[in-house]
């Protein structure tokens, strides 16, 4: 069974970016899109966007998508995203999930990582 | 509406059946997967699809739909069932969209 490990957490100033990394456990990487999704503290679940782990394609929430950039490197089996122009408001827990899907209309998320804190704070 | 609405919060006395709803139009073509959260933990999967449960999570857990609406249930809840919920579901351009998740307390 895959494993989704992210790293550490993170403390920014704002203006600064951050890069998260996730690495996958198992060799079938690049099999299956890894989606980011974060929350803030109290807060609900919010989607980021994903990568294509396979050919690098990408998709971003509107929201996000000035400011976010998803990566992959096949070697290490790890995906990466960069987020610049960090405000307190971009305080929160980063997750990395891999999509499952087994129909054109059924799609989920499993596994998840542990999450990475990104604090940005003065 | 491209949002999925769930309801803040629910609660279950032990031993007792609680539904959990998720309503939005994607609803409609997409299934919904939802998700068992308990404070400082990620995210788990608990159902997918139409009546789709992971390994290891508990048959007590049932999904439903209805027109735009889907439906989690728990049957017999126990207290470690207390978490928040998320309903998770894609459109056709492939953006993803959480609803606002709901509270479950087993009283």
């Known amino acids: 069974q895959v494993h989704l490990v992210q790293s550490g957490a993170e403390v920014k100033k704002p203006g600064a970016s951050v890069k998260v990394s996730c690495e996958a456990s198992?060799?079938?990487?690049?099999?299956?899109?890894i989606h980011w999704v974060r929350q803030a503290p109290g807060q609900r679940l919010e989607w980021v966007g994903w990568?294509?782990?396979?050919?690098?394609?990408?998709k971003y929430s509107q929201k996000f998508q000035d400011r976010v950039t998803f990566s992959r490197d096949t070697s290490a089996s790890t995906a990466y995203m960069d987020l610049i122009s960090l405000t307190s408001e971009d305080t929160a827990v980063y997750y990395c999930?891999?999509?499952?899907?087994?129909?054109?209309?059924?799609?989920?998320?499993?596994?998840w990582s542990q999450g990475t804190l990104v604090t940005v704070s003065s | 509406s491209s949002e999925l609405t769930q309801d803040p919060a629910v609660s279950v006395a032990l031993g007792q059946t609680v539904r959990i709803t998720c309503q939005g139009d994607r609803l409609r073509i997409y299934f919904a997967s939802w998700y068992q959260q308990k404070p400082g933990h990620a995210p788990v999967v608990v159902m997918y699809?139409?009546?789709n449960r992971p390994s290891g999570i508990p048959d007590r857990f049932s999904a439903s739909y209805s027109g735009n609406t889907a439906s989690l249930t728990i049957t017999g809840s126990q207290a470690e069932d207390e978490a928040d919920y998320y309903c998770?579901?894609?459109?056709?351009?492939?953006?993803?969209?959480f609803g606002g998740g709901t509270k479950v307390t087993v009283l």
């Open positions: 198992a060799d079938t990487f690049t099999n299956y899109p």
């Open positions: 999930a891999r999509e499952q899907k087994i129909s054109i209309n059924m799609y989920w998320l499993d596994p």
């Open positions: 990568i294509n782990a396979g050919n690098g394609d990408t």
């Open positions: 998770c579901s894609r459109d056709n351009s492939g953006y993803w969209v």
């Open positions: 699809g139409k009546n």
